[in-house]
């Protein structure tokens, strides 16, 4: 981890430590306050500990939810590869947030966006890591008939609804907040208008009054381009509201997992693969020799296997809270640590992997259609 | 009609008397030689008489033809408005070529572009004008089973296609070509991977070899463009050929055609109507006196009636001749000559609705569906 004051977000790239308060004054965005929080409490461990925390306008979705309007809950992927596990973190939450508010979750999968980006990635190969993500997602028990995901390069009928906001998107705006470059292709300049598009299509195609979109704080500029575009005479929707994470760190403790380096769990990894990368890459918090950890105790706060285990893999309070103290103490080895967390991990894995080969079964269920 | 030297003719905008040898120099195009004309001997008058005068590669189509190869013509239409007369000239080219030829004859309606490029119009507005623009194209006799319509907004499979295309034109590419500017909205940016598309659409989904593009001569740096693109390793099509053609003059003279002006016959247009736009606004070839008309003579050559019964309405060769001559020696009044376009054009029309009612009938053949 850097420890150098500089730092810097943009929806491509995070370097530096990153000083949330200060993103949340910049963005212009709202810290998640008790009021919100009560409303969260049995939810996932992403939401309820603060991984989650910042929002525009979540106060104004949940209490349209408690009006009985229809809200709805949207996050897409973007599958240039196998998925790994901080691919999960914006379809945990809204699974989560389908399983407190029983809302519909829209699940679009930009596999045009990585086709513009990736320069060696073919329209083949985008689809069929389409296929295989979206099976991923399945897995994580949405809700059949409350869940719909769809695919740029199949529900082509998304241009259509692109194709109304590209019209009120001009290219300098699109440049301002995409950083586009003049070499560019032009599918990359389009782009912005596809994912309003997505985000605004329970608006468009299901008559929601308002949605919410969990993402990463970077990917901010996104929602604040959607939300002017919403409110265009053309369109008249409520602004979208988002829910804004704190970015996962790779295995190394790097501040954002990126699938580019080592120190990443897929979800295709096997039990062995699991705990080598664990025991070898994960960033620990221990000490340096045994003596030195009984002595002075390890440091969970910056230890990413228990940062794991807080985001993910351990949902009952007291049992973190338990290997909080015991790490903490002491009492507790980094290799005893890693060795909860690799078993966790696997137990997921394992269960995730039938979930997938069920998938396959009710996959036609999930993809929407007109 | 302007008599200056200076001309300047972009896809937009046509101004000044247009230099056609330049225009095919600076181009780079090549023009129809006696080769190629004998090869058109019974088409269209826009074919034989000159009004198409310049192409890249036809000579290539009609040899991979002559080979057996799968070839194919394609035109398109953004419909923005109702159509007139100068909407029809690449169709009735394109109809003609499929007689010759017995070739599959593909329509691309962008209803995208217009919409793109006009602010006021609607979403709704720009695919009720498709619907029926695509029934007066079916109205001039299109083969079934051979000619395939498809719209940007209703077949949106086309932006898998385009999307591909994107990949491979820059930004700055696109701008050079269609003059882009930063203020414009970013579906514009991106449609001319979706012109390519229109154009590549028999090789990607016919397995064409070769398609032949009639346009005015002013379209052609799209051509251009999609001829890089053609070539490209993603693709190996052969580069589409093209027919230009010079620009149809309105009823005023001026050089282009354009429904901002008075001087438009609609294919909607009630007999009084044309009867009246002829009268009043064709431009005259003729004297200002009948005195001076019989001892000087009329211009056939400047006479916008005469140049619409030779472009469009008297097919006969001799008959044609025979109305030049008349015309020019002065045998013929203007009042005389508007009267034979009147007639040609009333008659031309009203079999025209009546074909366009035949249309609605016969429109679902002519859709392509995947």
């Not at 945990?92 to 399983?99: G, P, W, Y």
């Amino acid at each position: 981890m850097t420890t150098k004051s500089n730092f810097s977000v943009t929806p491509w790239d995070v370097t530096g430590e990153v000083n949330y308060e200060k993103l949340v004054k910049d963005f212009g965005t709202s810290f998640i306050n008790d009021k919100i929080h009560n409303r969260l409490k049995t939810a996932h461990p992403l939401l309820r500990r603060g991984i989650y925390f910042s929002h525009r306008d979540f106060d104004k979705w949940l209490e349209a939810h408690d009006a009985g309007k229809k809200v709805s809950v949207l996050t897409g992927r973007g599958p240039s590869e196998r998925m790994h596990l901080g691919h999960l973190v914006p379809f945990l939450v809204a699974k989560s947030l389908q399983d407190e508010f029983d809302c519909e979750v829209f699940i679009p999968i930009s596999d045009d966006e990585k086709f513009y980006v990736k320069d060696q990635l073919t329209y083949e190969n985008a689809i069929s890591y389409s296929e295989d993500n979206i099976l991923d997602l399945i897995a994580l028990g949405f809700k059949p008939g409350k869940t719909f995901i769809f695919e740029d390069f199949v529900y082509t009928s998304i241009y259509r609804y692109a194709a109304r906001i590209a019209k009120r998107i001009t290219y300098s705006e699109a440049k301002a907040v995409f950083g586009l470059k003049p070499e560019n292709n032009i599918g990359w300049s389009f782009y912005p208008a596809m994912q309003a598009a997505h985000i605004l299509f329970p608006q468009f195609v299901r008559g929601a009054h308002m949605t919410v979109v969990p993402v990463g704080i970077d990917q901010d500029p996104f929602i604040r381009l959607t939300r002017d575009v919403a409110e265009h005479r053309d369109f008249h929707f409520t602004k979208p509201a988002a829910l804004h994470a704190k970015f996962i760190p790779s295995l190394y403790g790097d501040p954002k997992m990126s699938a580019s380096k080592e120190g990443t769990i897929y979800l295709s990894d096997t039990p062995e693969e699991v705990k080598k990368k664990i025991n070898k890459y994960a960033f620990s918090g221990g000490q340096s020799t045994i003596e030195d950890h009984r002595r002075l105790g390890g440091n969970p706060d910056i230890d990413v296997s228990y940062q794991y285990l807080r985001m993910f893999f351990e949902p009952d309070d007291a049992k973190l809270d338990h290997i909080y103290e015991e790490y903490k103490s002491g009492r507790m080895l980094s290799g005893e640590l890693k060795k909860i967390l690799i078993e966790k991990i696997n137990l997921f894995l394992d269960s995730h992997r039938k979930k997938k080969e069920e998938a396959k079964k009710i996959l036609d269920s999930f993809i929407y259609k007109e």
